[in-house]
C-alpha cells in the first residue's frame, strides 16, 4: 500500500507538527478541540502567542507540503505525479480558503479568508512539487498501487483541514444574543480593552509606616522612602504569616505588612504596591507577589529592591471570565459590524471588554490606570 515509505513518514510528520502548532499556538475553539485526544498534546492552557503573519501562513504552508508527501507516499511519483499530486492539494486547499469568504457555505464557511494564506498555499505547492520531483528522479518503484491509496488521501487530507476550522461556537456566535452583567443585551461581540504592560506594572514601591516605626522600617524613612499609614483593610485576601510577621493581600493593590510578635495586637508596618496582586509568600529571602501575569520579586533584606518576571504566570482564562458565547473582535464604525480577532498580548493585559451597545465592563478594578 505504501509506495514510498519516506515520502509516507514525512508526510505523517508534518501531519503531527500541524497538530502540535493547532494545540499550543492557535486560540480555541477549532473543531480539534472535540476530540478528548487532542487535548492531551496541549503543553499549557493558554496558547503561545506568536506573531499574527506567522501563526495564519504556516498551517495553509504545511496542510499542502505534508498532505502532498503523505499522498505521494502512497501514490508514488512515477509518471506526472510528482506535479499533479502538489496541484491537486493546491485546488483542494483553495477551495477550502475561498469558501471561508462566504458565509453560505456550512462548515466551508468557519474561519477567515487570508490572502497571506494563499500565497502560503502556492509557495507550498512549489515546494512539494520540487521536493517529489527530485525524488521520482531517484526512485524505482517496484509495487502496485494500492486501490485504497486515493480514498485514504482525501480522507486524510480533508479532516486534516476541517479539523482546523474554527469552531460554529466561535465564529458564528457572535450574530447572536447574550446577557451581560448589567442584565443587558447585544450581539455576543465584544472588543478587548487593553491596559499597556507599563501602565500594569507601573511604579512598584514600599511604604512605611511612621507611626509605628521600628529601627530597621525608620531606616527606610529616613533613607526617603514613602511614608502612608494604615487606614483599614481594603479588599482583604489571604493572609501569610511568616516568623514573626503577617502579610495580607489587598486584592489587586498589594501586601500589608505587619509585626505579629503580639498576635492579639498585629502592628503595621508598611505596604508593598503591586497592581494586580493576588498571592504573596517568602521563598528564597525574596517576598514573592503574583500579580496575574507575573510574579514580583522583592528581597526582605532590601525591601527597595523590587525585579518582575514579567509573564512568569499563564494569561488569564478570558473564557470564564467573559459573558458566556461571547467572542472578541473589533468593531467599524457601526456597532454592528465587526471582525473578529486574536487577543494581542504586545498590546498590553485585557482588563475587559466594550460590547455593540457602547458599554464597557471590567474584569477587575483597574480601569482607573488606562
Known amino acids: 500500500m505504501i509506495k514510498s515509505p519516506s515520502l509516507f513518514w514525512w508526510g505523517i510528520f508534518a501531519g503531527v507538527i500541524g497538530m502540535l502548532f493547532y494545540a499550543n499556538f492557535r486560540e480555541p475553539q477549532i473543531l480539534f478541540d472535540a476530540l478528548p485526544a487532542y487535548q492531551w498534546i496541549k503543553f499549557s492552557a493558554n496558547p503561545i502567542m506568536l506573531p499574527r503573519y506567522a501563526s495564519e501562513w504556516f498551517p495553509s504552508f504545511l496542510h499542502v507540503v505534508g498532505m502532498s508527501l503523505f499522498t505521494a507516499g502512497l501514490l508514488g511519483t512515477e509518471g506526472k505525479r510528482w506535479l499533479a499530486i502538489p496541484i491537486c492539494w493546491l485546488a483542494v486547499d483553495l477551495a477550502f480558503e475561498f469558501g471561508q469568504a462566504t458565509e453560505t457555505l456550512g462548515v466551508l464557511s468557519y474561519g477567515n479568508f487570508e490572502w ?21 528522479q531517484k526512485a524505482i518503484v517496484k509495487s502496485k498501487k494500492s486501490q485504497f491509496a486515493i480514498p485514504l488521501a482525501v480522507v486524510v487530507g480533508s479532516a486534516m483541514m476541517l479539523g482546523s476550522y474554527q469552531s460554529p461556537t466561535v465564529d458564528q456566535k457572535a450574530r447572536y444574543i447574550c446577557t451581560y452583567p448589567d442584565q443587558s443585551e447585544a450581539i455576543c461581540a465584544i472588543e478587548p480593552i487593553y491596559l499597556d504592560w507599563e501602565s500594569f506594572r507601573g511604579e512598584k514601591q514600599v511604604s512605611f509606616s511612621a507611626e509605628n516605626s521600628n529601627a530597621l522600617t525608620q531606616a527606610y524613612i529616613d533613607a526617603g522612602s514613602r511614608v502612608e499609614e494604615f487606614t483599614g483593610l481594603e479588599n482583604s485576601g489571604k493572609i501569610y504569616l511568616y516568623q514573626h510577621y503577617m502579610f495580607i493581600i489587598s486584592e489587586l493593590r498589594g501586601v500589608y505588612i505587619f509585626d505579629n510578635t503580639n498576635r492579639e495586637a498585629p502592628v503595621y508596618l508598611g ?24 510574579l514580583v520579586l522583592i528581597d526582605f533584606n532590601n525591601l527597595n529592591s523590587i525585579t518582575t518576571q514579567e509573564l512568569a504566570l499563564n494569561y488569564p482564562n478570558y473564557d470564564r471570565l467573559s459573558p458566556q458565547a461571547t467572542i472578541f473582535a473589533k468593531f467599524s464604525d457601526s456597532s454592528e459590524e465587526y471582525e473578529s480577532v486574536y487577543l494581542d498580548y504586545e498590546i498590553g493585559l485585557v482588563i475587559g471588554y466594550k460590547n455593540a451597545n457602547g458599554k464597557s465592563f471590567y474584569f477587575w478594578p483597574l480601569e482607573e490606570l488606562l
Not at 500565497?119 to 527530485?134: D, E, K, N, P, V
Open 116 to 136: 497571506m494564506d494563499v500565497a502560503a498555499l502556492i509557495m507550498a505547492t512549489i515546494f512539494s512539487t520540487i521536493w517529489l520531483f527530485q525524488h521520482n
Open 271 to 294: 505596604f508593598v504596591h503591586v497592581h494586580g496582586a493576588s498571592d504573596v509568600l517568602i521563598h528564597q529571602g525574596m517576598l514573592v507577589v503574583a500579580a496575574l501575569t507575573d
